[in-house]
């Protein structure tokens, strides 16, 4: 997939953050209906990856309005506490509403933060997640030393990330579908059709699923597998510290 000369990719911290903010309202509403619903189910898989026990303390990264973190309290493991940053405070706001309204507010704390310096004291949560935000990180190697750090000896950190579909006919169709379909019912739900145009620009510059497993080695981790879903729509990396 190339990236149209017109659509800025720039990870500039500011813009993605302002970006978000404008869209925060429509925002969880678009990713069930540009997924499918398929989202609600990669978010799932990732938690079951990861193996939390009871009482585990997870880190969301990229939390956005907080569904993996809610999706990670609610599971079948028990007692599981989620702290998750962001740093657009608008889809930290709309994620307070949803934390609240489920009763939550003592599990789930929400906190505005950057994920090169994450808000949190070395080897102080069992696991960490990041759905679908990584790659709009400025700097992913510094995102990556900085999830090891936080995370103890053995704990597991989940990926989730957009890829490149290589199965013909659905490679096609995926590239007309996010190059076409995906930034005008963005743009006709959210009002913006800079946010949705910015999404498919910015996997096609996102690495390769084994180039960024060696990413993740090189940051500190001891183990990465990584497992492609949806034929090859997302990709799923478990590294374990």
């Not at 003592?106 to 808000?119: E, F, N, Y």
């Not at 005008?184 to 096609?204: F, H, N, Q, R, T």
């Amino acid at each position: 997939m190339t990236t149209p000369a017109s659509v800025s990719t720039s990870r500039e911290p500011a813009k993605i953050a302002g970006m978000f903010d404008g869209i925060a309202r429509r925002y969880d509403t678009l990713n069930h209906v540009l997924s499918g619903g398929l989202d609600l189910v990669w978010r799932r898989r990732a938690i079951r990856a990861l193996a939390l026990a009871p009482g585990a303390r997870l880190l969301d990264m990229c939390t956005g309005t907080g569904d993996l973190a809610l999706a990670a309290v609610g599971g079948a493991v028990p007692g599981v506490d989620v702290v998750g940053v962001d740093f657009s405070g608008e889809m930290l706001r709309h994620g307070l509403v949803k934390v609240r309204a489920a009763g939550l507010g003592g599990r789930i704390r929400l906190v505005r933060g950057d994920a090169t310096r994450v808000p949190l004291p070395d080897g102080s949560v069992d696991a960490a997640a990041v759905a679908f935000g990584i790659r709009n990180v400025v700097d992913r190697d510094r995102a990556c030393r900085e999830f090891c750090r936080v995370l103890k000896p053995g704990g597991r950190l989940a990926v989730l990330e957009f890829g490149n579909p290589t199965l013909p006919g659905w490679k096609q169709l995926y590239g007309w579908y996010s190059r076409v379909v995906l930034p005008k019912v963005g743009a006709m739900i959210s009002g913006d059709s800079v946010a949705y145009s910015y999404l498919p620009a910015s996997i096609s510059q996102f690495p390769e699923p084994d180039q960024f497993a060696e990413d993740l080695r090189r940051s500190g981790f001891s183990t990465v597998e990584w497992k492609a879903m949806t034929f090859g729509t997302v990709y799923l990396h478990i590294a374990t510290k």
